[in-house]
C-alpha cells in the first residue's frame, strides 16, 4: 500500500509545525540576548539589527555569573559523584545478595522514587547536622534526593552483569572490595554513564533546595542567581535573555552530546528490550 | 558464602544517609504536625488537631490548594499521555528526519523549569508577549487573553506551560514502547483484514499498556509535587488562585508558620508513600513475570 503523496507531505509539514512549536520559545530568548534594551522590550522574534555581545559582558559582571556558575559545577559534579558511588554500593549489594534483609531495604529504597520531601522537618535535620547554609549541605542532599532512582537503574542493569566473573576474581583471591572495584564496577560503565548524565542535569537545574537551605547568595547555583536578577531587572530582557542563555547553554550541550545515554536512561525500566 | 563475598556494609553507607535526609524528615513530620512549632518562639506545645482543623476549617482556603494541585495533576496527566501518544504515533512512521524532531520535541524537557517559567513570563505577557502577538498576526486577535493576570485563564496556562515542558519526555518513553512491538502482530492483522483502527486498539495499546502505566505514574508523582513552575510563573496569584500544595508550603515556611506546613507536608507525604507503595509492588510484580 503506498500512501498518497499529499498525505506524507502533510505528515511531514505537521511535524516541523510540532518541532517549531517547542522549539521557538528557546529561541527566542537567543535571539532576545543579542538586542540592545529597547530591541528586547517587546521580545518579538524580529532578528536583531547588529549583536550585543555586551549583554554578556554586563550579565557576567552584574549577574555575579561566575561565582553562581562555579557553585552550580560545585553541586552537579559533586552531588553526581557521591550519589553514584552510594547507589552503585547499594544496588550491587541488593542486587548480588538477595538475603530477606536486603529484598526489603531495596523495595524501601525505591519507595523513595515516590516520598515527597519533607522541606519543613528537613530544616531542623540540617540544622542538627550543622549542614544548614553550607555547600556541602546542598551536595549531600542533592545525591540523596538521587538514590532512589539511581538505585532501580543499577539493580536491574547490576543483574545481567554475569555472575561467572565474580567467580574468576574470587578464584584469583580478590577481597571483596576489590572485587567490586576492579571487576564489577567497570562492568556498570554504562549505566553509571546513563545515571550520571541525569543525575548532572538534575541536580544543575534544580532550584528548590537553594531556596530553602541557602541564605548566603555567594552561595548560590546558577538558577536561584537567574531567578534573583530577573527579579531585579525585570525591565531588561536583553540581559535576563543573555542570563537565561548561559543557565541552559551547559545542559543544552551534555544532551545533544549524550542524548544515547540520556533516553537510554528514560526509558530502561519502563520499557523491556 | 554470598555474605562473604557481597558483604552487606556495602550498603550501610547509603542506607544510612537516605534514612537520615529522606525518611527521618518524613517521620518527623508526623509528630510535628500536631505542634505549634514556629519562627517567633522557641517553645513547642502539642497542640493536637489544631493545624488539621484549621486546614479544613471553612474560612480557610487550603481546601482549594488540594483541589488545585489534584486538578493539576489529573490535567497533565490526561494532555500528556494523550498528546505523547499522539507525537510518538505521529513519529514513529512515514516521516523524514525523524532524529531532528525527536531532539526537537524533547529539548524543552532537558532546560531547567525555571527557565521555562522565565520564558513563558515574556511569551505570556498579554500586552507584548509572543502569543498574542501572534495570535493578532493570524488574525486571530479575538483569542488573545491575560494568561497570566486573569484568574479564569492563570492556571489554565500553568497547565499548558508544564504539558509543553513535559510532553517530549513522555514521548520519548512511548515511542520506545512502539518501536518494542513486533511488527508480526500488525501483518496478521492486516492479512485478516484488521481496519487501522482496529489495529490500533487491539494491538497498539494493549501491548503499550506498560510503558503507559510507567508515564501515567512519572506524571502523578510529578504532578503531586508541582511547585517551580507556579512559584516562577504566578506565585500563587492572582490572590491565592493557583497556589498548590508545595507553593503554599514554601509560603508557611517563609512566614516561620512550620506546623502547618509541616502538617500539609505530612498529608501529601502520607498520600503519595502509601500509593507508591502499591505501585512499585506491582511494577516489581510486572517485572518479575517478563
Known amino acids: 500500500m503506498k500512501k498518497h503523496l499529499a498525505l506524507r507531505i502533510a505528515q511531514n509539514a505537521l511535524a516541523w509545525l510540532l518541532s517549531l512549536f517547542f522549539f521557538v520559545p528557546l529561541l527566542l530568548v537567543l535571539i532576545n540576548s543579542f538586542k540592545d534594551r529597547l530591541g528586547a522590550a517587546s521580545m518579538s522574534m524580529a532578528l536583531p539589527t547588529k549583536l550585543e555581545w555586551s549583554n554578556y559582558a554586563v550579565v557576567i559582571e552584574q549577574g555575579r555569573l561566575v561565582q553562581s556558575f562555579f557553585n552550580s559545577l560545585l553541586y552537579a559534579t559533586a552531588s553526581t559523584a557521591l550519589g553514584i558511588a552510594l547507589a552503585a554500593l547499594a544496588a550491587y549489594v541488593f542486587a548480588r545478595n538477595g538475603s530477606k534483609l536486603n529484598r526489603f531495604l531495596y523495595f524501601f529504597v525505591i519507595l523513595g522514587i515516590a516520598m515527597p520531601v519533607n522541606f519543613v522537618t528537613l530544616t531542623k535535620v540540617m540544622q542538627w547536622t550543622q549542614l544548614i547554609n553550607t555547600q556541602i549541605g546542598i551536595v549531600v542532599l542533592l545525591a540523596v534526593m538521587s538514590i532512589p532512582f539511581s538505585v532501580f537503574l543499577m539493580y536491574g542493569f547490576v543483574g545481567s552483569v554475569p555472575r561467572e566473573l565474580d567467580e574468576a576474581g574470587v578464584v584469583d583471591g580478590c577481597s571483596p572490595i576489590r572485587l567490586f572495584v576492579s571487576i564489577v564496577f567497570p562492568l556498570l560503565l554504562p549505566v553509571l554513564v546513563t545515571v550520571g548524565i541525569l543525575n548532572f542535569m538534575g541536580a544543575w537545574n534544580d532550584f528548590i533546595l537553594p531556596l530553602y537551605y541557602l541564605n548566603d547568595s555567594s552561595k548560590w547555583p546558577m538558577t536561584l542567581a537567574v531567578y534573583n536578577f530577573f527579579g531585579q531587572f525585570q525591565v531588561n530582557w536583553n540581559l535576563v535573555s543573555a542570563d537565561i542563555v548561559m543557565t541552559t547553554l551547559p545542559v543544552i550541550v551534555i544532551y545533544l552530546l549524550g542524548q544515547r545515554y540520556i533516553i537510554a536512561g528514560m526509558t530502561s525500566g519502563s520499557v523491556k528490550g | ?290
Open chain 2, 1 to 290: 558464602m554470598r555474605n562473604k563475598l557481597y558483604p552487606s556494609y556495602f550498603a550501610w553507607g547509603t542506607i544510612l544517609l537516605y534514612l537520615v535526609f529522606f525518611v527521618v524528615p518524613g517521620v518527623m513530620g508526623f509528630y510535628y504536625s500536631f505542634t505549634d512549632w514556629n519562627s517567633y518562639s522557641d517553645e513547642i506545645n502539642f497542640i493536637g488537631f489544631d493545624n488539621f482543623k484549621e486546614m479544613f476549617s471553612p474560612d480557610e482556603n487550603y481546601v482549594d490548594f488540594i483541589v488545585n494541585t489534584l486538578n493539576f495533576t489529573v490535567s497533565t496527566v490526561v494532555l500528556k499521555t494523550a498528546l505523547g501518544l499522539a507525537f510518538a504515533l505521529a513519529l514513529n512512521e512515514g516521516i523524514r528526519m525523524k532524529g531532528f524532531h525527536r531532539v526537537m520535541i524533547f529539548m524543552p524537557a532537558i532546560v531547567p523549569m525555571l527557565v521555562v517559567g522565565l520564558i513563558f513570563k515574556s511569551v505570556l505577557n498579554p500586552a507584548t508577549g509572543l502569543l498574542n502577538e501572534t495570535l493578532r498576526f493570524l488574525g486571530l486577535g479575538f483569542l488573545a487573553q491575560k494568561w497570566l493576570v486573569d484568574a479564569a485563564w492563570a492556571f489554565k496556562s500553568i497547565i499548558a506551560v508544564d504539558t509543553w515542558k513535559g510532553v517530549g519526555y513522555i514521548m520519548i518513553i512511548l515511542l520506545a514502547g512502539l518501536q518494542s512491538i513486533s511488527k508480526t502482530y500488525y501483518e496478521a492483522a492486516e492479512i485478516d483484514g484488521a481496519s487501522a483502527w482496529g489495529r490500533f486498539i487491539h494491538i497498539t495499546i494493549p501491548l503499550l499498556m506498560p510503558a503507559l502505566v510507567v508515564t501515567t505514574v512519572l506524571n502523578l508523582l510529578h504532578g503531586l509535587k508541582v511547585f517551580e513552575v507556579v512559584y516562577v510563573l504566578t506565585n500563587g496569584g492572582p490572590g491565592w488562585s493557583t497556589d498548590v500544595l508545595y507553593t503554599v508550603i514554601f509560603k508557611e515556611f517563609s512566614m516561620g508558620r512550620y506546623g502547618v506546613g509541616t502538617a500539609l507536608s505530612s498529608l501529601l507525604f502520607l498520600v503519595m508513600t502509601v500509593a507508591g507503595y502499591f505501585v512499585i509492588r506491582l511494577m516489581s510484580r510486572q517485572g518479575e513475570e517478563h
